[in-house]
């Protein structure tokens, strides 16, 4: 039985965390599973810091603010410092190493970093470090199968955007093979 | 059936709203319910409907009378700040038996309050949403498809009793997405000869009012309107119980907060404790019976809430004395964790014996 | 039955044969009936929806032979707005008072005006409440003393009255805006031919159009009608000048769109082609 991930994604504004995590969302609405996710929508939205929770589940999903995730992905050091304590032990963190320099490993916690800005920019993929990140997320935690993460892909991305689906696909291996 | 999609509360209740036949959308801006009007202004130029961002939510409601009193199917939407502002036209909807649906994506309060999620305008939802005597049927969601499913029963239910009804939904569910499977398109709707949409000279005129003068004359509306308040509160309780069979600890809790003691009852049955959950959907009509049916097997009960404390009150009504009834909340846009309500599930068991 | 064209005055189809509610001497009667022989000049009354608000005029929803809606205090251009919407082919008008149109309502009638719904709005200014017994209205004349300005307005305290057609004359929704009184029956005339043409406005589509009546309120000024009248030509009429305050059509204009895009020549954005 596919596991239950309860999943934080965080960032700055405008980094696509929240997009990140629809995708994760769309995943689990294509494997037809219990699902939810739900934004930060405070004074933080307006310029600072955003980050979601996603829950994916067999059962129905109580609270869907995520307290405790098993799952971080993170892009920046004030989310980092944030979050970091809260992840669940046996925890899994996925850490952009251009945007946190301070990176610090909790016991039990598995902090998995890569400089995925850094990576963007490297191989023309400005604006992307979300999905290489959660390329990398997928390959730690397997929140789907691979075909379900591609169609996830393109129905996320809107028809006037198909542009965008091959570039995002870049960025999606190129997390995966790091 | 339509296909499952992942849907914003917000929109949900948006979309669900445009197929029950809801072509005319009046509103104002706030936080956490904007993604409704955003969702109706792309909407319902598509639709051949109106979207019309009103000059401030006194405006919006008053529109909303107006459309009303025409026949059509129409509703308003705001937040808590928004909905003090309208209980004027809500009142007026009520006196003058007007059916539209009004959303309330609630906040903290009091005053400007905060734009974190709450359910603290319970007590004004359903005890004094407007002046006068008077009620409007509250529904409140506790899932992005309720949001859907609840609007959609709310245009029925308006137009059947000729009743403004309430969706009491709060910022979590307003913003979060979950899968939802939307309602079919509604083709059929009942008629209302009442309408004051021109008479075409073929009947006399219509009058669209609440004044009457003379003591008596209101006092006989008012007296008949309960009547129909009574068949409401006879048909219309909604609930659902959850694990409630043997419940010797039962938790009452609705909408958001409903989701997070679930997961606390779920806990502590498995610990062993006989605790269920009554999850009231109609908040007015409060749902007696699903109470009612429990006080065979409870020994106390535990009202969760997003507030200080509002409809332990109407839990309190019902049980009457004959078991303890204890409130565990957060307010001001703090959201109670399944932690919290389980150490309170857990506390009471051991204080009742449980 | 007697020939029509023997019969020089009988009540209009549109006015209910019910005895009125107003005082005696009030103009609210005079002004009941001429939008009631506007409503029959234009064969209108099947497809007219009346306003009535909160005022000395709420129980004229009795009187007129047309669907009528009772509004909130205020609120009458907002649930006129709400009414047009649904029925946009439809003649919809309010008929409020100066408390109601310029006091609690002023944030409805600006935003109705400038959003140039097409409604008619009659507007009663007759200085004071009626209803609740003679208070300061928003349109109570410096040193007019009413119940609650027993020493007279002071502006000092109190501020200054509004000049509602002046004001709204300055918004782009506004098609059609008129000061007419009913004291003499050369101005009754006149204050007919406003209402008339303010209903065409509306069926043409041609903008908001709004009509103020300069009135009396005999009762509680403490005059006989005649008296009133001759208050209101002394005092009334110097400070709220009878006249055309805005007429698109007048100033050569097809309606408030075409009127408001010329005021505005020279911003880009507004006369931007198509895509709308």
Same mark, same amino acid.
Request: proline letters at 6%.
């Given at each position: 039985m596919p596991k239950t991930h309860n999943i934080i994604l965080a960032g700055f504004g405008g980094q696509g965390v929240l997009f990140a995590g629809k995708l994760i969302a769309t995943a689990g609405l294509i494997e037809d599973r219990e699902l939810s996710w739900l934004p930060s929508y405070g004074p933080e939205m307006r310029g600072g810091t955003a980050n979601c929770s996603v829950c994916l589940s067999d059962e129905p999903i109580g609270s869907p603010l995520v307290l405790e995730p098993d799952a971080l992905l993170v892009m920046n050091q004030p989310s980092f410092d944030k979050f970091i304590e809260t992840v669940a032990k046996g925890g899994v963190v996925i850490a952009d190493s251009t945007m946190i320099p301070k990176i610090t490993m909790p016991f039990d916690v598995s902090v998995y970093t890569i400089p995925a800005t850094q990576l963007s920019e490297e191989h023309d993929l400005k604006g992307l470090a979300n999905i290489i990140m959660l390329g990398k997320l997928f390959k730690e935690i397997d929140f789907c199968s691979a075909e379900t993460l591609d169609a996830a892909l393109v129905k996320c991305i809107p028809a006037k955007k198909q542009h965008l689906l091959e570039p995002n696909r870049k960025a999606l291996a190129l997390g995966m093979d790091y | 059936m339509s296909e499952k999609v992942l849907m914003k509360g917000n929109e949900a209740l948006a979309e669900s709203a445009i197929r029950a036949g809801c072509r005319y959308f009046f509103g104002y801006p706030i936080t956490p319910q904007t993604e409704l009007a955003a969702y109706m202004a792309k909407r319902m130029p598509k639709e051949n409907g109106v979207y019309l961002q009103a000059e401030s939510e006194v405006a919006a409601i008053n529109m909303v009378?107006?459309?009303?009193?025409?026949?059509?199917?129409?509703?308003?939407?705001?937040?808590?700040?928004?909905?003090?502002?309208?209980?004027?036209?809500?009142?007026?909807?009520?006196?003058? *038996?007007?059916?539209?649906?009004?959303?309330?994506?609630?906040?903290?309060?009091?005053?400007?309050?905060?734009?974190?999620?709450?359910?603290?305008?319970?007590?004004?939802?359903?005890?004094?949403?407007?002046?006068? +005597?008077?009620?409007?049927?509250?529904?409140?969601?506790?899932?992005?498809?309720?949001?859907? *499913?609840?609007?959609?029963?709310? @245009? +029925?239910?308006?137009?059947?009793? %000729?009743?403004?009804?309430?969706?009491?939904?709060?910022?979590?569910?307003?913003?979060?997405?979950?899968?939802?499977?939307?309602?079919?398109?509604?083709?059929?709707?009942?008629?209302?000869?009442?309408?004051?949409?021109?008479? *075409?000279?073929?009947?006399?005129?219509?009058?669209?009012?609440?004044?009457?003068?003379?003591?008596?004359?209101?006092?006989?509306?008012?007296?008949?309107?309960? #009547?129909?308040?009574?068949?409401?509160?006879?048909?219309?309780? %909604?609930?659902?119980? @959850?694990?409630? +069979? *043997?419940?010797?600890?039962?938790?009452?809790? @609705?909408?958001?907060?409903?989701?997070?003691?679930?997961?606390?009852?779920?806990?502590? %049955?498995?610990?062993?404790?006989?605790?269920?959950?009554? %999850?009231?959907?109609?908040?007015?009509?409060?749902? #007696?019976?699903?109470?009612?049916?429990?006080?065979?097997?409870?020994?106390?009960?535990?009202?969760?809430?997003?507030?200080?404390?509002?409809?332990?009150? +109407?839990?309190?009504?019902?049980?009457?004395?004959?078991?303890?009834?204890?409130? @565990?909340?957060?307010?001001?846009?703090v959201i109670p964790t399944p932690v919290e309500v389980y150490i309170q599930i857990e506390n009471l068991a051991e204080k009742v014996g449980a | 039955m007697a020939e029509k064209s023997n019969i020089l005055f009988e009540r209009?189809?549109? /006015?209910?044969?019910?005895?009125?509610?107003?005082?005696?001497?009030?103009?609210?009667?005079?002004?009941?009936? /001429?939008?009631?022989?506007?409503?029959?000049?234009?064969?209108?009354?099947?497809?007219?929806?009346?306003?009535?608000?909160?005022?000395?005029?709420?129980?004229?929803?009795?009187?007129?032979?047309?669907?009528?809606?009772?509004?909130?205090?205020?609120?009458?251009?907002?649930?006129?707005?709400?009414?047009?919407?649904? /029925?946009?082919?439809?003649?919809?008008?309010?008929?409020?008072?100066?408390?109601?149109?310029?006091s609690i309502g002023m944030a409805e009638t600006v935003h109705a005006a400038t959003r140039g719904e097409k409604i008619t709005v009659i507007f009663i200014n007759n200085a004071i409440y009626g209803m609740t017994g003679g208070q300061m209205a928003p349109t109570s004349l410096p040193n007019q003393t009413t119940q609650t300005s027993p020493y007279g307005r002071d502006v000092t305290t109190a501020g200054f009255p509004i000049r509602v057609c002046e004001l709204l004359s300055t918004l782009d929704g506004v098609a059609y805006a008129e000061r007419v009184t009913v004291d003499t029956p050369k101005n009754v005339r006149k204050a007919k031919k406003a209402i008339e043409k303010a209903f065409t406005y509306q069926i043409d589509g041609v903008g908001y159009s709004i009509i103020e009546v300069v009135a009396t309120c005999p009762t509680n000024w403490g005059f006989t009608p005649q008296g009133a009248f001759h208050w209101m030509r002394d005092n009334m009429l110097p400070y709220y000048p009878l006249g055309v305050y805005k007429d698109v059509k007048a100033d050569g204009y097809k309606d408030i769109y075409e009127a408001a895009a010329a005021r505005a020549a020279e911003c880009p954005l507004v006369n931007k082609e198509g895509d709308r």
């Open positions: - | 009378y107006g459309a009303a009193a025409t026949g059509a199917r129409t509703m308003t939407s705001s937040s808590s700040p928004g909905i003090s502002l309208k209980a004027e036209g809500i009142s007026y909807l009520v006196g003058a *038996d007007l059916p539209a649906v009004i959303i309330n994506v609630q906040r903290g309060g009091p005053g400007l309050g905060g734009i974190q999620p709450s359910q603290s305008d319970y007590w004004q939802a359903t005890r004094a949403m407007g002046h006068g +005597d008077s009620h409007l049927v509250v529904y409140a969601p506790s899932t992005v498809q309720e949001m859907a *499913d609840y609007v959609y029963h709310a @245009f +029925d239910i308006a137009d059947k009793y %000729r009743t403004p009804v309430m969706i009491l939904a709060d910022g979590m569910l307003g913003q979060m997405m979950e899968p939802v499977v939307l309602p079919e398109r509604k083709t059929e709707f009942i008629e209302k000869p009442w309408a004051a949409c021109g008479h *075409d000279n073929k009947r006399p005129h219509n009058v669209v009012n609440s004044l009457y003068l003379m003591a008596d004359d209101l006092e006989r509306l008012n007296i008949e309107r309960f #009547e129909r308040y009574a068949e409401i509160k006879a048909t219309e309780q %909604r609930s659902e119980s @959850f694990l409630c +069979d *043997d419940a010797e600890i039962v938790v009452v809790a @609705f909408g958001a907060s409903a989701r997070i003691a679930r997961t606390a009852v779920k806990r502590a %049955r498995e610990n062993g404790i006989k605790v269920g959950l009554i %999850r009231p959907i109609s908040l007015w009509p409060f749902p #007696e019976r699903a109470i009612e049916r429990t006080m065979d097997t409870a020994k106390a009960y535990l009202s969760v809430e997003m507030n200080m404390g509002q409809m332990v009150d +109407d839990v309190r009504l019902v049980v009457n004395g004959r078991r303890p009834v204890e409130f @565990f909340g957060h307010t001001g846009g | 209009p189809e549109a /006015l209910l044969p019910v005895q009125n509610t107003y005082c005696p001497g009030c103009a609210h009667g005079i002004v009941n009936r /001429l939008v009631a022989e506007a409503i029959d000049a234009l064969g209108i009354e099947g497809k007219t929806i009346g306003i009535a608000p909160v005022g000395c005029s709420v129980t004229s929803y009795n009187f007129y032979a047309c669907d009528m809606i009772q509004a909130a205090h205020g609120r009458a251009p907002a649930v006129a707005t709400g009414v047009k919407r649904v /029925l946009p082919d439809h003649v919809v008008f309010s008929y409020q008072g100066d408390g109601d149109l310029a």
